[in-house]
C-alpha cells in the first residue's frame, strides 16, 4: 500500500539556519506529492506540492523536489525564521483513491 | 468563506458517555474526510465521504465509531461508548472534487475522555 516515511523530530534550529526535513514514499502509480503544515491549535494548510517527477513545489521560501529516482520530497529552507515553527507533514495523493496519505509529521522548533 | 467549521473546539467527556462532534465543510466542496491525529499514531484517515456518500471507512477504528452526512453541508462523528484512549484532536477537512486537490483542514476538536 501507499506509504509515507519522515524523519523523526523534533529538528530544533537557529534563526537563519537551513533546515531539510526529509521525506521518501512508496505508492503504486504515480503519485502528487505534498508538504503541509500545522501551525500550533490550528489544522493543517498546504504549503506546496508537486505533480510529476522532476517538478519543484515552493512557498514562502520553501521548496521541495519530486525526486522519482530516490522517491523522496525532501523540503528545504535557506533562512529558517521563529516564525516557521510548526509541525511538516508530507503527503501522497495517487488519485486512485481520492485521499492523502500522510507521514507522521515533523516537528521544527525554531529558536533566536 | 469562513473555511471547514468544526464544533466543539473541546470536549471533556466521561468514559461510556457518547460524544459527537461536528463538521460544516466549505459550501461547493464534494468531498469530505475525518482524521484523528495523536502522538502515538500521527494522522490517521477514519472515513472519507464524496457527495454525502461514504466511499472508504476502513480506517474507523471499531464498531463504537460512526459516520454520517445527511447533506452537503453538516457531517458528523459519533463515539458511543467513549474510552480514554479515544482521546485525540479530530480534524474534519473538505475539498472541491475527488481529484489531486488540495484538503481545507478545519481547526480540530479536542477530544479528553477520563
Known amino acids: 500500500g501507499d506509504s509515507v516515511t519522515q524523519m523523526e523530530g523534533p529538528v530544533t534550529l537557529s534563526e537563519e539556519a537551513f533546515l531539510t526535513i526529509n521525506c521518501t514514499y512508496t505508492a503504486t502509480g504515480y503519485p502528487s506529492l505534498f508538504w503541509y503544515v500545522q501551525y500550533p491549535g490550528e489544522g493543517l494548510q498546504l504549503l506546496l506540492k508537486?505533480?510529476?517527477?522532476?517538478d519543484k513545489g515552493s512557498n514562502k521560501g520553501f521548496e521541495a523536489t519530486y525526486r522519482k529516482e530516490t522517491t523522496s520530497f525532501h523540503l528545504e529552507k535557506g533562512s529558517v525564521q521563529v516564525s516557521d515553527s510548526a509541525v511538516y507533514f508530507c503527503?501522497?495523493?495517487?488519485?486512485?483513491?481520492?485521499?492523502?496519505?500522510f507521514g507522521t509529521g515533523t516537528r521544527l522548533q525554531v529558536t533566536l | 468563506d469562513a473555511g471547514v467549521i468544526q464544533s466543539p473546539r473541546h470536549e471533556v467527556t466521561e468514559m461510556g458517555q457518547e460524544v459527537t462532534l461536528r463538521c460544516k465543510p466549505i459550501?461547493?466542496?464534494?468531498?469530505l474526510f475525518w482524521y484523528r491525529q495523536t502522538m502515538m499514531r500521527g494522522l490517521e484517515l477514519l472515513i472519507y465521504f464524496n457527495n454525502n456518500v461514504p466511499i472508504d471507512d476502513s480506517g474507523m477504528p471499531e464498531d463504537r465509531f460512526s459516520a454520517k452526512m445527511p447533506n452537503a453541508s453538516f457531517s458528523t462523528l459519533k463515539i458511543q461508548p467513549s474510552e480514554p484512549r479515544d482521546s485525540a484532536v479530530y480534524f474534519c477537512?473538505?475539498?472541491?472534487?475527488?481529484?489531486?486537490?488540495?484538503?481545507?483542514f478545519g481547526s480540530g476538536t479536542q477530544l479528553s475522555v477520563l
Open positions: 503527503a501522497l495523493d495517487t488519485g486512485t483513491a481520492s485521499k492523502l496519505t
Open positions: 477537512a473538505s475539498r472541491p472534487g475527488q481529484g489531486l486537490e488540495k484538503l481545507f
Open positions: 508537486a505533480t510529476k517527477a522532476d
Open positions: 459550501s461547493g466542496h464534494n468531498s
